[in-house]
């Protein structure tokens, strides 16, 4: 049976990230395929008010697609028992391709025997000494796993005895793992490679819809589908996928694809905004029976309340990395009504970016403190990039900061004039 679509948005999940790929997921429902949604992290305070608003519970939690144990381990490789005669060990070898055999006692895991020792067994025959028992051959393996454990650890060479709490499980091999079918993903608002779910190269990208550019090195083994827009958020993509389907949209589904593209666009306050984004909004508010204006701002507000989070966490907040070359760096954002606390705080925030920084070994770690109300963000950094920022900005850096006036987009007004400036 084959494998159900995981729809997935990025690490650090946003609003959009998290919306749209519920959304997503439920447009290939009714359209009768197998897909559901996943995250990669907790949603934020904006992403939980918008889930709480419109009563839709948040996806699974994903942390990685590698390829477990549990995918690949040969059942149905009966262990010997206890009980077993050197016999039945022998014919055990003979119909399995394996220098290793289990032994268990009524599915408790005994140990393992090598099949060496059944020669060692022979010799004694011709000796005339006493011969040993399974049981008494049986001893701990040097190496066995659990189902939980990653596919790539195991060893290219052999066969390994999987176990869990106790009980005898079945045989692995890296063969096995190998032939394991590869989870299907469709990646919603980003292809970068360092912004997707760790393992993802043990899995299989079978799509992508996103409004970011083009970067990394993200590679397919086929060709996929792929839908790029440059609007100013994905959920104003999926949302056309439905009109295009001709499919409607549940009330739900709209209020949460709604809160999407407030939410990336600032309440259309974003350079990124465009008439498309405005229209699909509309829309989306009307099916949703809400105020656009009256329940965006109270969305906003909700993220904008910070003053319970840890330095740590905002450094964190809807993060993502970037690179150029080999140099990578990240770039967090909060977005508030009054910066006057987090600035008041300046030091702290710059102590937590540099511990960013330094546990990645990154070349930077920025945060973009951005008033919702001024329309404008106060961009703190970490790491050896003073140059870089000031050449970007064209303003001189103070103290690992730069005041950018209508600023607020990380993805049209930060990213680029970085990028290009580290070129």
């Known amino acids: 049976m084959a494998k159900q679509i995981f729809v997935t948005g990025h690490k650090s999940?946003?609003?959009?990230?998290?919306?749209?790929?519920?959304?997503?997921?439920?447009?290939?429902?009714?359209?009768?395929?197998?897909?559901?949604?996943?995250?990669?992290?907790?949603?934020?305070?904006?992403?939980?008010?918008a889930l709480d608003y419109f009563h839709v519970a948040p996806q699974p939690l994903v942390k990685d697609f590698y390829v477990k144990v549990s995918e690949a381990v040969h059942t149905e490789v009966e262990a010997l028992p206890v009980s077993a005669s050197l016999k039945d060990a022998a014919k055990w070898f003979a119909s399995h391709e394996s220098d290793v055999a289990p032994v268990a006692d009524n599915g408790q895991f005994v140990g393992v025997i090598e099949k060496s020792q059944l020669a060692d067994e022979f010799i004694k025959t011709v000796m005339g000494e006493e011969l040993s028992t399974v049981k008494g051959l049986a001893h701990d393996p040097e190496l066995f796993f659990k189902p939980t454990d990653n596919g790539h650890d195991i060893p290219a060479d052999g066969k390994y005895a999987v176990v869990e709490n106790g009980k005898y499980v079945g045989m692995i091999c890296a063969d096995c793992v190998a032939a394991a079918e590869k989870q299907p993903v469709i990646?919603?608002?980003?292809?970068?490679?360092?912004?997707?779910?760790?393992?993802?190269?043990?899995?299989?990208?079978?799509?992508?819809?996103?409004?970011?550019?083009?970067?990394?090195?993200?590679?397919?083994?086929?060709?996929?589908?792929?839908?790029?827009?440059?609007?100013?958020?994905?959920?104003?993509?999926?949302?056309?996928?439905?009109?295009?389907?001709?499919?409607?949209?549940?009330?739900?589904?709209?209020?949460?694809?709604?809160?999407?593209?407030?939410?990336?666009?600032?309440?259309?306050?974003?350079?990124?905004?465009t008439p498309a984004d405005r229209e699909a909004a509309e829309k989306l508010a009307n099916i949703a029976g809400v105020d656009m204006e009256k329940y965006g701002m109270e969305m906003l507000k909700a993220g904008a309340n910070v003053s319970d989070l840890t330095p740590d966490q905002i450094v964190h907040n809807d993060m993502k990395e970037f690179s150029s070359g080999n140099t990578t760096f990240t770039v967090a954002q909060v977005q508030v009504m009054d910066t006057t606390d987090l600035l008041d705080q300046k030091q702290v925030l710059l102590n937590a970016l540099e511990k960013l920084r330094a546990e990645h070994d990154y070349a930077a770690s920025f945060l973009m403190i951005t008033s919702i109300i001024d329309e404008s963000t106060n961009l703190i950094f970490a790491g050896n990039m003073d140059d870089v920022v000031s050449s970007a900005f064209g303003k001189d850096v103070l103290d690992k900061e730069v005041y950018l006036p209508k600023v607020m987009s990380r993805k049209k007004q930060v990213i680029p004039p970085i990028l290009s400036a580290m070129k």
């Open 13 to 49: 999940p946003d609003t959009d990230s998290i919306c749209s790929s519920i959304a997503y997921a439920k447009l290939k429902q009714l359209q009768g395929i197998d897909a559901t949604p996943i995250r990669a992290g907790e949603p934020n305070k904006e992403t939980a008010f």
């Open 187 to 273: 990646l919603v608002d980003h292809n970068e490679k360092k912004q997707i779910i760790d393992g993802i190269d043990e899995a299989s990208i079978v799509g992508v819809i996103d409004h970011h550019r083009i970067g990394g090195t993200l590679e397919t083994a086929g060709p996929i589908s792929i839908l790029f827009k440059p609007v100013g958020c994905t959920a104003t993509i999926v949302t056309g996928l439905y009109e295009q389907a001709k499919i409607d949209i549940p009330k739900d589904i709209a209020g949460l694809l709604l809160s999407a593209v407030i939410s990336d666009t600032v309440l259309f306050r974003s350079p990124t905004c």
